[in-house]
Every structure is written in C-alpha cells, then in structure tokens.
C-alpha cells in the first residue's frame, strides 16, 4: 500500500467563511477558499469521506446599502453578485461540494427553527439597549472598546443607538466557553490566535444582540416570535456551517456536522469562537472540531479591502500567469498566523525561482530525455541501482511524510519549501549523473534508463 491509501471511516468537513455579496472579491478572500480547497483535495488523496462547503453572505446592512447604492432591490443585488463568487471559484481551480447562499429557503427556516428554540427556552430576551452602533462591523462596540472614537477593528464611525432588542444570552456560556478552549489545546489554532481569545474571555462577556429593528434594517431574515425585527446578520451567517449540511450526511451515514475545520481570517475570530459556539452550546448542538485563523493579505502595507483601494484582483494574475502560479504563489508565500504582502514583484520573483527555474528545470531536463532516448516512455525500475539512486528514493519518502504531517497540521508553506527541496534534490541528482554525457554512449543504455527512472519517479512523488 502506498502512502496514499484509502482509509475507511475517516470523515473531513472544511469550511469557508461565507463572503459578503457586496464586493468584488480579491486575494483576500481567493485565500481561505484556497486553503480550504488543497485540504479537501489532499484529504480526499488520502481516502478521507470530505464536505467541502463555501457560499454568500447575503443578508445585513452592508449588502442592503450595496443594493440601495446600485439602485437595485437587495435580492436583485444578491443574484447577481454572489455569481462573481462562484466564477472566481470557478477560474481558481476551486472544487467544493456545496455553495450556500444565506437567502436559500432551507437556511432561513433552520435559522428560524433554532431561533424559536431558544426563544421557547428562555434564551434569548427582550431588553432595551443603548450602545455604540458600527455600520461597516455590523454590531455593537462598549465605550472603553472604540480606539479614538472610531470602532476598534475597521477604524471606521460609530454612531449612539437606543432601542429595544432581543439578546441571546451568551454570558451564561461564558465558563463553560473558557473550559472548553482550555481542555482542548486544539479547538482555535494557531496558539497565538487562541491565546488572544483565552484574553477576551478573561474579561466579562456580555449578551449578544441578535436583532436589528425592521424600521432600521428590512433586509434579513425575520424573527419568528417577533415580527417587527430581523435576524443580526451574524447569528444569521454562523448558522449557516449546520444549515448546509442538516439534510446530508457522510456516505457511511454518519452525520455531517459537526464541522472538522472551519477556516477563516483573523478579523473574525471572535464571532466564530466566542458567539458561535456559545450559540451551540445554548441549541444543545456539539462544536466544531477545530478553528483556524489566518493573518491578512497586505498590499502596500495595509490590510487589503474594497474600500482601503488596495484590493488585488486574483483573476488579472490568472489571466497573466496561470492558475497554478496564483495558486502556489498564495499558499507559498503566508506563513501559518502571520499577515503577508502582496506584490506583484514578490509574485514574480517566486514564480521564476521555484516553478520556472527549479522545476521546470527538472521537468525539462528529463522529458527531454525521455522523448529523445526513450520514445517519450518513461523506463521500467531498474533490477539494481548504486547509492546516488536509493539516496534520493530514501529522500523522496521522507518528504511525503514530512509534507502529509505539514500538510495535516495546516503548515502548507513549509509543506511546498519541502517540495521545492525536493524538485532541487532532483536537479542535484541530474548533474551529478549527467544523462546528457551518458546518453552519448550506446554501451550505456542501462545506466540511461536508471537515471532517467529514478528522476522521473521522484518528480511523479
Ligand atoms: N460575511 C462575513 C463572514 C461570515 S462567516 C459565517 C465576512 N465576510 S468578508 O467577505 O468580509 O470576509 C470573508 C473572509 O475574507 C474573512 O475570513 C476575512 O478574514 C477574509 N479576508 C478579507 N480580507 C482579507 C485580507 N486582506 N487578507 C486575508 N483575508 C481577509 O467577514
């Protein structure tokens, strides 16, 4: 059995966060779909049963603002822009399983059924509330959280708001919450990322509010116990991991949820490691397995987003240098937790230096040879070979293992700095034993085929 044997009974569900219908999308948002779509591929090469989910953000105040600027309805906006999700995905090689769109049917009912579930439990109230409203961040922010009067994540206005709201009662999850994040060391990864959620829940947890009056917001999902108001498009878009997978299940027929990766960018860490889970908790539902935050696409030295102007546009690259570039590019140059910068000399440089001189050096090399010498067949395994050749077979096994257990714990730059150190050895071996001098002397056919098979099977690994 070789490395990559199928294993029965292992199940991987991986998800995205589900992307505003509001923008354009950009290398931002191209990346944790990529992550995403290497771990579905890489655990279906490994046997895994996988589910691999991605969608539209579709309700809130950003996209009813969108529509209103547009001079479209929200629904017509909808229609339209979460298309410009599904062809990125589409140019970027991106295989998923399902593509949820949160005005689906089947997802506002499930929302509308877990919310009248805890409403009926007494779970979420009717209070009257006053706080510092952030329209970009769509929630509310304390007074000793807003950085210089601005809100404390996208810097942008805040505006003083009272009304009436209904709030689901988070903080008396708040101990159970820590307990949890304590007792699995693996829940929210990587270290630094949990450790800064362990700090938040240091301080008291507030409830959450999860309504928006309608007079205010009439774009979302309509609370079923209270006409008057919709769903916070948060508690709306969180439920969306379970809403997509409540009426599938793996091909054992074991159930879906609960999800095995969620990933996402670090701006949204908290609502999906404090609120959602906090929401599961409350519908008796079980966590998800894991969490991962990553750090941001920069660009100019800032985060990249629609309206810092800074925003790359992934598709212009595709169109340039290939999909396969764009791809490696991304996953090669983010270093697990940190941010990382994009430019369009960073691109090149690591295009030409990995893929067009390392190997597509190898490649060229020994195709050549292989259509010169050979009739373009690849040569039977050799019955016997020197130590140059169980070198780099020995090295090459060492790299799938490196690369899986890499792979496994998300670490996938360091997992392709293993496959260009790989793709290297392989030159270094070419050079040594020089086919092209080989080559010239008939008597030496043997010693032809050996190279030309121990290198070719190295590069298939
Ligand atoms: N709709 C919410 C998510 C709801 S999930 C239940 C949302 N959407 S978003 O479109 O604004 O962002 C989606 C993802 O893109 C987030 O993971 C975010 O971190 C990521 N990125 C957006 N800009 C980014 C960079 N410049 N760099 C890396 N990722 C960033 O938030």
Not at 28 to 40: C, I, Q
Not at 81 to 97: N, P, S
Not at 181 to 202: C, H, K, T, W
Not at 350 to 377: E, M, P, T
């Amino acid at each position: 059995m070789g490395p990559f044997s199928t294993m029965s009974g292992k199940h991987f569900y991986v998800t995205t966060p589900i992307y505003y219908a509001n923008d354009r999308p950009h290398i931002g948002h191209a990346y944790t779909t990529l992550l995403a779509d290497v771990l579905a591929r890489y655990h279906r090469l490994l046997g895994y049963d996988v589910f691999f989910l991605t969608g539209t953000d579709e309700h809130g105040q950003k996209v009813e603002q969108a529509a209103r600027k547009r001079g479209v309805s929200p629904e017509e906006h909808v229609k339209e822009y979460h298309r410009r999700f599904k062809d990125l995905w589409q140019r970027l090689g991106i295989e998923y399983d399902y593509f949820i769109r949160t005005t689906d049917k089947d997802h506002k009912e499930f929302v509308q059924k877990c919310l009248q579930q805890l409403y009926d439990r007494g779970e979420i109230v009717l209070r009257e509330y006053e706080g510092w409203y952030s329209v970009s961040e769509e929630r509310f922010f304390q007074e000793d959280e807003l950085v210089d009067g601005k809100d404390p994540v996208g810097h942008k206005a805040v505006e003083w708001i009272s009304e009436k709201n209904y709030f689901f009662l988070m903080s008396k999850y708040q101990k159970r919450l820590l307990a949890h994040i304590e007792g699995n060391a693996d829940f929210i990864q990587p270290e630094s990322r949990r450790n800064e959620v362990l700090g938040f829940l240091r301080q008291p947890l507030g409830d959450l509010c999860i309504s928006r009056p309608r007079t205010r917001l009439a774009w979302g999902i309509s609370l079923p116990f209270d006409p008057d108001f919709v769903t916070y498009v948060w508690f709306d878009a969180l439920l969306n991991y379970e809403s997509a997978v409540a009426a599938r299940c793996y091909p054992d027929g074991s159930p879906l949820w609960p999800a095995t990766y969620h990933l996402l960018g670090k701006d949204i860490l908290t609502t999906h490691s404090v609120y959602w889970p906090t929401i599961l908790m409350a519908l008796g539902h079980p966590l998800p397995q894991h969490i991962f935050a990553h750090g941001w696409w920069l660009s100019k030295g800032a985060k990249q987003s629609k309206s810092s102007g800074n925003a790359v546009d992934p598709l212009g690259y595709v169109d340039e240098y290939g999909v396969d570039a764009v791809r490696y590019f991304l996953l090669r140059d983010m270093v697990l937790g940190q941010d990382a910068s994009f430019s369009e000399e960073q691109f090149k440089e690591r295009i030409n230096s990995d893929l067009a001189n390392d190997l597509g050096n190898a490649l060229q090399r020994v195709h050549v040879f292989l259509i010169r010498s050979l009739g373009g067949k690849v040569p039977l395994p050799p019955a016997q070979s020197g130590a140059d050749e169980s070198d780099l077979k020995a090295f090459t096994e060492e790299s799938i293992s490196r690369v899986k257990e890499l792979i496994l714990n998300l670490r996938l730059s360091p997992a392709l700095e293993a496959v260009t150190e790989m793709v290297r050895r392989v030159n270094r071996y070419l050079e040594k034993r020089a086919p092209w001098q080989v080559a010239k002397d008939r008597d030496l056919q043997e010693e032809l085929n050996t190279i030309l098979f121990t290198a070719a099977e190295a590069l298939r690994c």
